[in-house]
């Protein structure tokens, strides 16, 4: 009898699929699978019939040809007779650009914010809850436009600059801000730069590595390491006895005032200056309530264990509450990430060329070629998201709290 059943459940049946539930979850996917492609397949043969009927046909020769306008705002080489590959590569590092200054500053912005609204103080509190509010309540292009009318209305023009007796100065004599963007010195990398760029480098590595073997001995031992002032050392001195040893291979180039405009150093336009802070002040304020709330999520218990233990209110959070609140933290972070890329394309209000200001917008104006621009753009900002979930998904994974 056993032996008649033992060979009953070792022989499929097609009724098995929907019957036996070790099979049926994989029969709704893979039908859900089919009916997807079946979607998909007929979109794509309708999209053909229709181009092939209007006497079109998806091409990426156009990427090729000569683009024929000028980009204000650029990181490399570019000149009205590139590519339009070349103008679309030009505008995805000015994405990539002011996509990674927003994410750390928002949340610098939102980590300060969501740790001084539980202050004690209550002017400190209010005043971060009343930043809060008003931000994330405003939508994103209105502060985009807010911020540029006030950097075009408040700082003055290059020309006030001029003269004996100028209306404005630079500060320190290096800065120039003025309502066409911001001036700055340039780096100027000569030789033997490397070798000091290198030892920067691999002091940050060294910082890391001595605040990883502090925090061991703090978990394994209960002994806390002094890591403040070898950090500085470890920070400032190779990299400046090289610097000087070498004969000072890194020097600086002065934005200088010629004609009606400054010439030489960093020229960061205003709307690259607005987009930038509103995008990091808009979202700075989501990310402060995610902090906030991860840290109210941490047992008062530990707080008050820790100061029983003698530690300082800043090492409390340092070493105890925000470990334990990271958990809460970044995965929404992500989200926010994901966001300050995704709204990087409203640079359009303020004449700042990202990618949807090359390729989605003079590029596919000029070529008529919407459907393969189009294309493009949701390739690109589907790579980006992807690469950002997944890198944040790593991070999210090491700072997990592991069983002991």
Not at 5 to 18: E, I, P
Not at 185 to 209: D, N, Q, R, T, W
Not at 358 to 372: C, K, V
């Amino acid at each position: 009898m056993s032996t008649t059943t033992q060979s009953d459940r070792g022989t499929f049946r097609l009724s098995m699929l929907l019957n036996d539930k070790r099979y049926r979850s994989y029969t709704f996917q893979f039908f859900a699978l089919f009916v997807l492609i079946c979607i998909i397949a007929y979109l794509g043969k309708n999209l053909i019939e229709n181009l092939a009927a209007a006497g079109l046909n998806i091409s990426y020769g156009f990427l090729g040809e000569a683009s024929g306008y000028d980009i204000n705002q650029r990181l490399i080489e570019y000149s009205s007779q590139s590519t339009h590959l070349r103008a679309a590569f030009v505008g995805i590092l000015n994405t990539l650009l002011v996509a990674f200054l927003g994410c750390i500053t928002a949340t610098i912005l939102g980590i300060t914010a969501g740790i001084l609204r539980l202050s004690n103080n209550w002017i400190v509190a209010k005043l971060m809850s009343i930043y809060v509010e008003i931000f994330r309540n405003v939508p994103i292009l209105i502060w985009i436009l807010i911020i540029n009318s006030i950097f075009l209305a408040v700082l003055p023009q290059p020309r006030a600059f001029k003269g004996e007796n100028p209306e404005a100065s630079m500060l320190w004599d290096m800065f120039a801000f003025t309502g066409r963007g911001i001036y700055a010195p340039k780096p100027l990398f000569l030789e033997g730069s490397m070798a000091v760029i290198g030892a920067f480098i691999l002091s940050i590595l060294a910082i890391f590595a001595l605040r990883r073997y502090s925090r061991h001995k703090l978990y394994s031992e209960g002994r806390l390491i002094n890591t403040l002032w070898p950090s500085l050392a470890l920070f400032f001195i190779p990299t400046v006895l090289l610097f000087y040893a070498l004969g000072s291979p890194i020097g600086l180039e002065y934005p200088e005032l010629k004609g009606f405009n400054f010439k030489g150093g960093i020229y960061a336009r205003g709307g690259f200056i607005s987009l930038w802070f509103a995008l990091s002040i808009y979202t700075g304020a989501f990310i402060a309530e995610v902090v906030r709330a991860g840290i109210l999520s941490v047992n008062e218990g530990q707080t008050e264990a820790a100061a029983a233990l003698g530690l300082r209110s800043n090492l409390v959070m340092n070493l105890v509450v925000l470990p334990q609140a990271l958990r809460v933290i970044v995965p929404p972070l992500i989200s926010f990430y994901l966001n300050i890329t995704k709204n990087s394309s409203l640079a359009l209000a303020v004449g700042y060329m990202d990618i949807t200001g090359t390729l989605g917008g003079i590029t596919l104006n000029q070529t008529g070629r919407a459907i393969e621009a189009v294309l493009l753009l949701m390739l690109f900002y589907l790579i980006i998201s992807l690469s950002i979930s997944a890198i944040m998904n790593i991070y999210n994974r090491s700072i997990m709290l592991k069983e002991r």
